[in-house]
C-alpha cells in the first residue's frame, strides 16, 4: 500500500533546514497544521520564531518548493507566521545604522490594498456577542447593494468564516498569492481554510500579527469597494496590527445589550478614538427574541447598545434580534441575508447605513 501523502510531504519537509539554526523545519516543530486532501492540495503554517525576516522568507519559499516536488501534491499553500529578529535601535533613535526611518511590515503590508477603496472593522469588546454572524450577513448585504465587497476573517484563534460561508474547498495560488474565495458574492478569506481544521494554533502574539498581515499582504484580494475585517473579540494583537496598518476606513462595535458586554464597548470605543480610528457606528445584536404568537422577550436587558452609542456619542446602526433561524442558518453555512427572513431585512437596512461612507467610483 502507498504510503500517504501527507506523510510523504511531511518527510519532504524534514530534509529542509533552517540555516540560522542548523535543525530541520520538521524537528524543530516549525511545521503546524500541516494537512494533505485527497485532491493533492497542501497546507501547512511555517512558525520560526528565532529566525531573521530573510531568512524566513527563505526557508518558507524551500519548504514549499519541497512539497511540491511530492508526487501527487498539486498545489501548496503555506504561511509563514516568525515576526523576525528585531534591530537593536541605533544611536539616532531609528531601526537600522544610517539613521533612517523604515515602516512596519504591517505597514506596508496595508500598501498592498491600494485598490480596496474602504476597510472597515467589524469588532467586539467580548467574545458571544455574534460578531462573526453580524460581519458575514453585512458583507453579503453590500454584495446584494452592488459593492464589490471582501471579508477578511482576523480571528486566528477561533476562524468562523468557513462555519459562517459554508467552506469546505481548499484555496489556490495564483502568480506567488493566495487567491480569496468567491462566496455568496463576497471574495473570502480566513486563516481557516489555510490550515487543518481540527489543528489548535498555539501562536504567541508576534505570530498572530505577522499572520494578519499575510491575510493582508499575500491574498490577491484585488479591486474592491470595501473589505470587512471579522476581528476577534478584545482589544488585543490582532486589532493592533490592523490600527498599525493604517488602512482602517472606521470602525464597527457589535454587542449585545447587558451591561456586561456594553462595559467592553465602550472600551472598544476608547481604542478605536485613541488610535484615531473612526467609529462607523454601533450594532446591538440579540436585541430581543422574536416571538411569533407573543411579546417580544428582552432576555438581555433592553436597548443596552443603543444607550451607551448615544452616551458615547457614536452612531447607532440598529439592531438585529435573535431569531432561532439565524442560528441555524449561520450553522449550516447557509448567510440569512440570502433569504426572504426580518434578520435579512435588519442586515439590509444597517448595509445601507454603511454603504453611506463606502467612496463612489
Known sequence: MAEPLIFRVRAALGRVINPETG????????????????????????????????QSESVLAAAKAAA??????????????AHGVTQKPSARGH???FGLKTKPRIEEAGESLRDVKCVIAVASGKGGVGKSTVAANLAIALAALGFKTGLMDADIYGPSLPTLFGLSEKVKTRDGKI????????????IGL??????????????????????????????????LIDTPP?????????????LLSGAIIVSTPQEMALADVRRGVS???????????????????????????????????ERAARELDAPFLGAVALFPDLRQASDDGRPISQ???????????????????????
Open 271 to 305: 481604542l478605536f478614538r485613541k488610535t484615531d480610528t473612526p467609529i462607523i457606528g454601533v450594532i446591538e445584536n440579540m436585541a430581543w427574541l422574536e416571538n411569533e404568537n407573543g411579546p417580544r422577550q428582552y432576555l438581555f436587558g433592553e436597548g443596552g447598545a
Open 339 to 361: 433569504r426572504d427572513h426580518p434578520a435579512a431585512s435588519a442586515f439590509n437596512m444597517i448595509a445601507e447605513k454603511i454603504a453611506a461612507i463606502i467612496p463612489q467610483a
Open 95 to 97: 531601526s537600522n545604522p
Open 234 to 246: 478584545g482589544t488585543g494583537d490582532a486589532h493592533l496590527s490592523l490600527i498599525q496598518s493604517k
Open 194 to 227: 489555510l490550515v487543518d481544521e481540527d489543528q489548535a494554533l498555539a501562536w504567541r502574539g508576534p505570530m498572530v500579527m505577522g499572520a494578519i498581515r499575510q491575510l493582508i499582504s499575500d491574498v490577491d484580494w484585488g479591486p474592491l469597494d470595501v473589505l
Open 23 to 54: 535543525g530541520n523545519i520538521i524537528a524543530e516543530g516549525a511545521v503546524q497544521g500541516l494537512a494533505a486532501d485527497e485532491t493533492g492540495i497542501v497546507r501547512f503554517a511555517l512558525d520560526l520564531p528565532k529566525t531573521s525576516r530573510a
Open 68 to 81: 511540491e516536488q511530492v508526487e501527487g501534491v498539486a498545489s501548496v499553500s503555506a504561511v509563514a507566521t
Open 179 to 190: 487567491v480569496p474565495v468567491d462566496a455568496h458574492g463576497v471574495r473570502a478569506m480566513s
